[in-house]
């Protein structure tokens, strides 16, 4: 069992560039979500996701896009990369329905946007 | 005022003391939940709780729903669980999303 795997660890992008975050999780569950956090400070939510086909803006989407074609993967799209969006990113998902079950992690990407 | 808050922001204790780290929350919730993320490390979830108490080898949560708080206990502390302790809860509200508190910072020292 794998768990959360997030791809890739480490990535730097120079202003404008594109890139996708990828996350697989071979758990088989439902509530899939992306986080992003920065020096000092909690976890903020981008995008999640309660199941294949079906996701959602959390508190800071703007700069990222996602889809959840299958229950396994939920990619995160960067679009024109800015200094802004240089953080640490995780993906996270959930055993139960909604926020009521055991939280995995993937091990975190940090992203540098120079 | 966040909807979560965790008391202390930061925390230095003896190696072998007894640690408590709090979580105050502001919203009827479906469970709370603590995890511990070590420095430029992942997160690792500890608890979850929506009733009682849990124990995990050193570690004891509690959780008191009519006082809406939570408390995470370490006995025994070692340097190794030196790391930043994190509070978060799911909304009865909105059970999609989680709330999260900004997180204890401890370290312990031999």
């Known amino acids: 069992n794998a768990g959360v795997t997030q791809t890739p660890k480490f990535r730097i992008l120079k202003i404008g560039q594109s890139m996708t975050l990828q996350c697989t999780q071979d758990?088989?569950?439902?509530?899939m979500y992306w986080y992003r956090q920065d020096p000092g400070m909690g976890l903020k939510l981008i995008y999640y996701?309660?199941?294949?086909?079906?996701?959602d803006k959390g508190e800071v989407p703007n700069g990222y896009n996602v889809s959840r074609s299958t229950t396994e993967d939920f990619p995160l799209r960067l679009e024109l990369a800015a200094p802004s969006q240089t953080s640490v990113y995780f993906c996270?998902?959930?055993?139960?329905?909604?926020?009521?079950?055991?939280?995995?992690f993937g091990e975190g990407s940090r992203l540098t946007v120079l | 005022k966040n909807e979560v808050e965790q008391s202390p922001q930061n925390l230095t204790a003896q190696e072998g003391e007894f640690i408590t780290i709090n979580c105050s929350y502001s919203?009827?919730?479906?469970?709370l939940h603590w995890l511990q993320q070590h420095p430029g490390g992942g997160i690792v979830s500890l608890f979850m709780?929506?009733?009682?108490?849990k124990k995990h080898g050193r570690l004891i949560a509690t959780i008191n729903i009519q006082e809406k708080h939570s408390s995470l206990h370490i006995t025994a502390s070692h340097p190794r669980d030196s790391a930043v302790y994190i509070c978060?809860?799911?909304?009865?509200?909105?059970?999609?999303?989680?709330?999260w508190g900004l997180g204890t910072s401890l370290a312990v020292n031999p």
């Open positions: 996270a998902t959930c055993s139960g329905l909604g926020t009521a079950g055991e939280l995995f």
């Open positions: 758990m088989n569950h439902n509530y």
């Open positions: 996701s309660v199941g294949a086909g079906i996701t």
């Open positions: 919203v009827g919730i479906s469970a």
């Open positions: 709780l929506s009733s009682g108490k």
């Open positions: 978060a809860v799911g909304n009865a509200g909105n059970n999609r999303k989680l709330i």
